[in-house]
């Protein structure tokens, strides 16, 4: 089913960027007694579009999760999807939205089939048509054959898929997805993501997801990127970082970064960051620089690369520390472990 809104932009041949916003998030403010985990957010979402909120743990993106799905009222500012207020109009948005929480919802012990039965009854589907759209909704992630079996012995990704079923049943213009691929391998991260974007390409759902992997806030349409509760970028991939210029070379010490650091800020009047055994500089035309700077040190650089800007350094560039988080995920960010020493 194409969502009204969805459907409104197709019929009238009105593009994703002038369509009306199906989430618009207006100088939300949150407040936990004395600790602000929002302050002043403003964004909008648009139709079928798959829209990443990235931050680092703290950031505050489960606070504008739990607003969005109507589980807590903000302290002050709006929180529409569709045009319901969450905090005026819980019920009535509760119906437009499908959410996927960190947490497993589904149970272990019921099938596939009958986890979708009862998610149906919570919707007031039932009977023929109920029974249709569970067998659809399974053929729509793939575990059509897999229907009569106990969820327990599925995998963790394809668990997930069930969930993202849950989350769909009841046709929901808009997604909200919190971290949905934590515990995932790598194999079931990239199957959820096709899904995710089959979702938004084939049924125009608009899908707004939190999470805290660069590789995951790639495959977005657009990008929120948070820091301690502020929104500090907004804007497509590709266009953050441009924002940026230049490249970014990161050199392996063979001995000491720091010094390494020093002495390529003497000799060429860069700017350093040290990561670990790593030197990390940004440099119009990288590859030009980087035969100066081997021959200028010999013995001092084990190995080298350059590459084109990545999301982490445009959180470097506008918040001017690293990504970090106190959970680092192996996968999603270069830890820079002397700057967590120093948070210790
Ligand atoms: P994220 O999802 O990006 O990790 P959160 O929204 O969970 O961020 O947290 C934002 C800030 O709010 C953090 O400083 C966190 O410690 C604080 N916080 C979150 N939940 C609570 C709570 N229930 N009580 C007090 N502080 C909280």
Known sequence: ??????????????????????????????????????????????????????GPNGSGKTTLFRILSTLMIPTSGRALVMGCDAAQDPSTLRRQIGVVFQAQSIDPKLTAYENLWHQG?????????????????????????RAKERVETFSGGMQRRIELAKGLLHHPGVLLLDEPTTGLDPGARRDL????????DEEHVSVLVTTHLMEEAERCD?????????????????????EIGGDVILL???????????????RFHVATTVLGNQVRIEQEAGHRF???????????????????????????HRTGHKFWSENPDPDSHVVDKKEKKKRR
């Open 1 to 54: 089913m194409v969502t009204k809104v969805a459907a409104l932009a197709e019929t009238v041949g009105v593009d994703r960027q002038s369509a009306e916003p199906v989430i618009s998030v207006q100088s939300l403010v949150h407040r936990y007694e004395d600790r602000t985990a929002l302050n002043g957010v403003s964004f909008d979402v648009r139709p079928a579009e798959l829209f990443g909120l990235l």
């Open 121 to 145: 009854h919570l919707y007031g589907l039932k009977g023929s048509t109920l029974k249709r759209r569970v067998e659809e909704i399974l053929t729509r992630v793939g575990l059509a054959d």
């Open 193 to 200: 993501w096709q899904y995710l974007q089959i979702l938004r």
């Open 222 to 242: 657009r990008l929120a990127i948070m820091n301690e509760g502020n929104l500090v970028a907004l804007g497509t991939p590709a266009e953050l970082k441009s």
């Open 252 to 266: 392996d010490a063979a001995r000491d970064a720091d010094s390494l650091a020093q002495h390529i800020r003497n």
């Open 290 to 316: 980087v035969p100066d700077v081997v021959e200028a040190f010999p013995g001092e650089i084990q190995a080298i690369s350059v590459s084109k800007p990545a999301l982490e350094d445009v959180f470097i």
